[in-house]
């Protein structure tokens, strides 16, 4: 598995554990401040579309993983 697969998985997850800590009608509703998490995954993915830069992916390639 590559470097761009693993941050699209992260960011999916991150989202949807987000949105579950941070929606009312969720089950696992803990707190709408969640919902400020679900935003800055977003911005970040925003921002690395324009400027190609990702701190995810510099973990990543620090911990061996495969660059895409």
């Not at 949807?16 to 009608?25: E, R, T």
């Not at 995954?41 to 390639?61: D, H, M, R, Y």
């Amino acid at each position: 598995m590559n470097t761009h697969r693993m941050i699209r998985i992260f960011a999916g997850a991150f989202v949807l554990v987000s949105l579950a800590l941070g929606a009312p009608g969720s089950p696992l509703f803990v707190s709408a401040n969640w919902l400020w998490f679900t935003a800055f995954v977003g911005a970040n993915l925003f921002q690395s579309g324009f400027t190609c830069f990702c701190p995810l992916e510099k973990i990543l390639l620090k911990m061996g993983v495969k660059a895409a």
